[in-house]
């Protein structure tokens, strides 16, 4: 039994497989495990950058979203929502006469225009004037709608209303006359800001 230990053959043999186990275990672990390693590693770095090219494909869809809108509110701005000009004084004289006219067109009699201080509030800066309005009924309500429907957009924000005594002839009938007391502002866009 204990020949085959002593037999010259069987011991090559023997050191020619431990030398090749030894030789596939050294491979296995210094090449084979760590080159899996890496290539798992990668995989999992693409797998992240698949992801954040998918939602940077998304974003990058929304262009034409994102420059419609901005471009409508370019328009927006462009198209009348603000009260501009190159400064205030001139914003405030615009308002003036804007007003006088949407007063008169409306049916009432404007009797004083003046200006309000500038306003801020969030931010943004609101142009006011003050105008005393005297008419019938009909023309006030003509007039307030038209100054809260116009653009660019005007805020009445303080209001005092009295009636007119009425100074008729004997058996006439005639609307009452209303004062109306209103300041309205509006919205500011300066010109330098347009820019």
Avoid: H
């Amino acid at each position: 039994m204990t020949g085959w230990l002593y037999d010259a053959g069987f011991r090559r043999r023997l050191v020619f497989v431990l030398i090749n186990a030894v030789a596939c275990s050294l491979i296995f672990g210094l090449i084979i495990l760590p080159t899996n390693a890496f290539f798992a590693e990668r995989d999992g770095v693409i797998a992240n950058q698949r992801k954040t090219l998918a939602r940077l494909n998304a974003i990058s869809a929304q262009l034409e979203n994102v420059q419609s809108i901005a471009s409508e509110m370019n328009t927006q701005i462009g198209g009348g929502e603000f009260l501009s000009g190159p400064n205030d004084n001139v914003i405030s004289a615009d308002l003036q006469t804007r007003l006088k006219s949407i007063v008169e067109t409306g049916g009432g009699r404007l009797r004083a225009v003046q200006a309000l201080p500038v306003r801020t509030a969030d931010l943004i800066k609101y142009s006011g004037a003050r105008i005393e309005v005297v008419g019938n009924l009909q023309s006030m309500q003509r007039a307030i709608y038209a100054i809260e429907a116009a653009k660019p957009y005007l805020f009445i924000l303080g209001a005092t209303i009295r009636l007119l005594p009425s100074v008729t002839k004997q058996g006439a009938s005639e609307d009452p006359s209303i004062q109306a007391q209103l300041d309205v502002f509006g919205a500011i866009q300066l010109a330098e800001r347009e820019k």
